[in-house]
Every structure is written in C-alpha cells, then in structure tokens.
C-alpha cells in the first residue's frame, strides 16, 4: 500500500486543469450496453473506479480499446453476460448501474449488491420499487439482485426523497420501455444532464433533465456515438477550497461555472475572492478565513461530496462554523482524523461545529472515505509540519492523477510506499 506525505504551510499557486467528472462517467460507461455499438467516450479521467468499470464491461463480454489519454473506444455489439460479480460489484456502489442498462437491452440482469464508500444507509429500494413499476421482476437473495422482464412498459414513478442513483437506473431502464415514462421529483445533478445527453446521441429521447419532470419516450434501438464528458464540479470545487484554504491563488481551468455556484457563494462568505470566465475560475484566498454555515442538499445546493473539504477549511476559519449534513446519515466519520491535526469540532447528529483554531499540527491520519481522504490533504497542506496519509486508494479512486496536480501548484507531497505492504496499488 502507499501513502502521502505532506509537508503544510505552502500557499498554492498555478493553474490546474480538470479531468472529467467521476459522477458522470461512470454511468455512462454503463449506458454503453445500451448501444449494441461501438461507443467513442472523450474526457475520460484516470482513476480507480473507471478502471472497475472497464473491468465489468470486459467481464460482459465489451471490447475495450484506448485511442490516446483519456479517450476510449467501447465496443459492446459483443456482451455475452448479464452478470456482475461480487468481486468487482463491492468496489464501487455505481456498479449498480448494471442492473438498469443490462435490465433494459436483455430484459434481465444479476448484479450484486454494490460497495463503495460507507457514510451511512444507503438503500436501493427506490431503484428496485422503479424497476417493478416498470414490468421487471425482482428477486433478492444472497446479496446478489436478479431482474427479469418479459418487456419494460413506460410508467409515471414519483421518488419519495430525491435519489441520484435511482433516477439514474430509471433512465437507463425506461429509454427502451415500450411508452412513456415519467420520473418526478427527478435529481438535477449536472452528471444527470450529461447522461441524458450522451443517451440523446445515441438515439434516446429524453426530455427534461436538469429539472424535477424527467420524460422518457421509449425507443427500439440506440445506436454508437461519440461524446466528451464533462468537467468534475467536484474536483474543481476541491481546488477552489485548497487555494482557499492556504491562502492561495489558483486558476481552475476546463470548468462549468455554473456548476460550481454553491461552492463559490461559500467561499466568497469565508472571504475568499472567485473570479470567473467562460471555462475557468481564479480562486484566491483571503488573509483570514471567516467562519460560515451551511447545509448539504441536492443539486443545486451545497453538494454532499463538497462537505469534507470545506469542513476542513473551517479548523482555521475565524468564529464558529455549523456544517449540517443534509443526505447522508454518517458522513462525519473523518472529523476524528482532523481532531488528532488539533481541530475543534463537536458532532451532534448530523451537524458538526467548527470552532477555528490557529493552527493545525500535521498527524499520522487515514483517509476513511474518498471526499475524505481529499480532505485530510487539504487540512495537511494546511498545517504546520508533516503529515502522513494512508488509505490513499480511497482517493485514487476519484481524482486523476491528484499528487501531481497539487505538486504542480506548489504543495510539498509525495507518495510512499507503506512498509510490509504490497509492491502497487491496483485499481
């Protein structure tokens, strides 16, 4: 296993360019079953759970063919398979996924119960109770969930609390049911949009994403396309609060800005100053951070996988900060690793206080999840002295390429092997 090392009290300064968003791509690395095609996928970004996700298609039967860095040729004409294993399901919670795009071109699939980052319950029913409504047959045993359907019928599914996942498998079930299906209370995440998108291109109709009322009209066949994904609001969104966070100046290239406006509004209020332009933002930190409350809510508020960061951030703010965690139940897990670093923080529930500090102290810490992990690197660069961070596959599985991006802006880090562990790190 390996580890980071970082030395703090550097202010960051540069430019950074974002890879593709890992919320997008990896449902549509899904929705290529769809096409019985070949798929052309641009933007792709280098890390471990795309490279799961490669897995799981070739275990399909998908030919998959890298073309230059970060563009992909899928060929799915070929998938034979409409299982996924457990070996590869319990690496990420988006091998879900399967079930909808497998689901909807073979009329069954059997997929195990995903894995992924634990920060609480995080049940499939939403996903399963769309599936029946729409004509499949679940069956649930062994931790393994088998669907079967003689043919998908377009339905109205309304989502008692909104789920970015289960209006995921929605879409990628509907678009070849028979009719009109309807999705209220949809999620409005950006990689929503762009899965509906890359769908459209190859043949769907799909109407509304992006707002509450998702409208599918079912299709007999989807056909190849080419597509670029977008930008990752949320790697972005990390560098905005590292820059912030060390008193930094950074511009962030290869974004949406609108994308990012919840973030930004936050740190303008910590005062920091966010300049933007058409596919970019400069992020430069304030001499003293002010503290600022906030909640996680679904897009388009304070994104859950922004919460760590800025949690982080606040340890120095001055005052007291509030940070309410809006969707997960457990998401404070890593608040532990920030108290050995000296931060004050208090959980009750799900609202953690922040009261800033002076100063952090680097600490031997482990990175318990990926928004985490990302967030011990940025209390570390942060603090004085040296810290060490373990567990750093956890992060690897969302950020391309992220040591040396950091390094590139000036930060002290460098990766290390932990001694007696493996020789690499595969993902």
Excluded: W
């Amino acid at each position: 296993m390996e580890k980071f090392v970082i030395q703090g009290g550097c202010s960051l300064k540069g430019e950074v360019t974002i890879s593709g968003a890992k919320n997008a791509v990896l449902p549509i690395l899904a929705a290529t079953v769809l096409a019985k095609d070949v798929c052309i996928i641009e933007n792709v970004p280098e890390i471990n759970d795309v490279g799961v996700s490669f897995r799981i298609l070739s275990e399909l039967g998908a030919k998959i063919t890298p073309i230059r860095r970060n563009t992909i040729e899928i060929d799915t004409r070929h998938i034979n398979s409409v299982s996924v294993p457990y070996e590869l399901a319990r690496l990420m919670r988006s091998s879900y996924y399967y079930m909808g795009s497998l689901l909807s071109r073979f009329g069954r699939s059997r997929v195990s119960m995903p894995g992924g980052c634990d920060f609480g319950t995080r049940p499939i029913d939403f996903h399963l109770r769309a599936f029946e409504t729409l004509g499949a047959n679940v069956a649930l045993e062994n931790g393994i969930v088998e669907l079967t359907a003689d043919h998908l019928v377009g339905a109205q599914i309304f989502f008692d609390t909104t789920s970015v996942g289960a209006t995921i498998n929605t879409m990628l079930a509907a678009v070849s049911a028979e009719g009109v299906t309807i999705i209220e209370n949809a999620a409005k995440e950006p990689h929503i949009v762009d899965l509906a998108n890359f769908m459209n291109s190859m043949g769907a109709d799909i109407r509304g994403a992006g707002t509450d009322v998702i409208k599918i009209h079912g299709v007999q066949e989807l056909h190849g396309t080419t597509y670029s994904i977008i930008p990752d609001q949320i790697e972005a969104g990390t560098f905005m609060v590292a820059a912030a966070a060390t008193h930094g100046e950074v511009l962030i290239r290869n974004v949406i800005p609108k994308h990012l406006e919840a973030i930004t509004s936050r740190l303008i209020k910590v005062g920091a100053r966010v300049t933007e332009f058409d596919d970019a933002v400069l992020v430069q930190g304030p001499e003293v951070l002010e503290a600022c409350t906030f909640k996680t809510m679904p897009h388009p508020g304070f994104p859950t996988d922004m919460q760590p960061q800025m949690t982080a951030l606040l340890t120095m703010a001055q005052g007291t900060s509030r940070v309410t965690e809006g969707i997960f139940d457990h998401r404070f897990k890593y608040v532990d690793e920030l108290r050995r670093m000296g931060a004050n923080i208090q959980v009750s529930g799900r609202t953690a206080t922040v009261v800033g500090v002076e100063r952090l102290s680097g600490a031997p810490v482990h990175a318990c999840d990926l928004r985490a992990g990302v967030a011990m690197m940025i209390a570390a660069l942060m603090a004085d002295g040296v810290s060490e961070i373990e567990d750093i596959h956890y992060i690897e599985r969302g950020y391309d390429d992220i040591e040396r991006k950091f390094s590139d802006l000036g930060a002290n880090i460098r990766k290390v092997m932990v001694p007696g562990g493996m020789l690499e790190n595969v993902g």
